[in-house]
């Protein structure tokens, strides 16, 4: 639909979303001063299962020629030495070593973004997975394992309202950002995002039917379905900066396909595997948390070095920070 189809593929390894292992929840995180927020992104992503069979599949590191530091071959020692280690605390020491080539703003001993860690540690696998790969065109550089795992595409639909002619442009994903200011729960959220907005003029929309500026609706639907839909619930106000400390419902399953470009179809299904939790009173400072759904099928809470056993109404009842559901 108006995409450019990849000139060139990776290496289509089948994405397996079921546990290839089922054990035990492996080791928690020493927390070295201010390093809960890489913690919790270590964790959920050590339990996110397509990812975690790849890595310990080893089939990046038997080929990887990186020189140097890759984050593919760092995550997939981390997740091996994780889940072998069942019942005691581990250091992610090559993580912490190596911050400054996951993201330059990134200082040891100084408390960042969990979130922001998400974004550019998923950025740094890869491009770890196109470090030896050369002149590829932008689409086939979205065939790496990190996007067929986790990118999605959004289609925003623009119609004049003057003329009614349409216009759909796409987005492409590794995650989405949510308004949860006016929402009790992530439906309404949801069902908010593919609502129509009609925009004005002042907007700047020149319809390339009509010749002139414009007042058009702008509708945002899910056009791809990515395997696991990362979510950020915004808990910084980003008018007043202060947090917003609310309980926002969010389910265990989630049917996607009310939200899709075609509504039509089957059922989406996801069922949520992880979630991180925020605790304090800004967003600047305080303390993150996690919760993960290990192979054994069980909840834990993770909270940098204690594994602790937990059932879903707990899990549920939590302020969530980023929610991690899988197809």
Not at 31 to 49: F, R
Not at 71 to 85: D, I, N, W
Not at 134 to 148: A, G, K, M, Y
Request: charged residues 20%; glycine residues 4%; aromatic residues 10%.
């Amino acid at each position: 639909e108006g995409m450019a189809l990849p000139q060139r593929i990776f290496p289509s390894e089948k994405i397996c979303m079921d546990w290839q292992q089922r054990q035990r929840p492996g080791a928690g995180l020493f927390n070295l001063g201010n390093t809960c927020y890489i913690n919790v992104i270590l964790q959920c992503l050590t339990y996110t299962p397509p990812l975690a069979n790849y890595l310990l599949s080893h089939k990046h590191s038997q080929s990887c020629q990186q020189q140097g530091f890759c984050m593919m071959c760092t995550m997939e020692a981390h997740v091996r030495k994780v889940l072998c280690s069942s019942g005691t605390a581990i250091l992610p020491g090559a993580v912490l070593k190596d911050l400054k080539f996951i993201g330059e703003k990134f200082e040891y001993g100084r408390q960042e973004n969990t979130y922001e860690f998400l974004r550019c540690t998923l950025s740094a696998m890869h491009r770890a997975c196109l470090s030896a790969r050369h002149n590829l065109d932008v689409s086939s550089q979205e065939t790496t394992i990190i996007h067929r795992i986790f990118r999605g595409f959004m289609k925003i639909r623009v119609t004049c309202l003057s003329c009614h002619a349409v216009v759909d442009s796409y987005k492409a994903f590794l995650d989405v950002s949510l308004d949860i200011r006016a929402a009790s729960s992530l439906i309404t959220v949801l069902e908010d995002c593919v609502t129509p907005k009609q925009l004005d003029q002042k907007e700047c929309f020149r319809c390339s039917k009509c010749k002139k500026q414009v007042a058009v609706s702008e509708k945002v639907t899910f056009h791809h379905a990515p395997r696991v839909l990362t979510l950020c619930l915004e808990r910084a106000d980003q008018w007043t900066g202060t947090k917003i400390s609310k309980f926002v419902e969010y389910p265990e399953y989630l049917d996607l396909r009310p939200y899709m470009s075609d509504t039509a179809g089957e059922p989406l299904l996801y069922s949520l595997y992880a979630i991180v939790v925020h605790s304090g009173d800004t967003c600047l400072e305080g303390h993150f948390f996690c919760y993960t759904k290990a192979s054994n099928g069980l909840w834990y809470k993770m909270d940098d070095e204690s594994v602790e056993n937990c059932d879903i109404h707990t899990v549920l009842g939590q302020q969530a920070y980023l929610l991690f559901y899988a197809r």
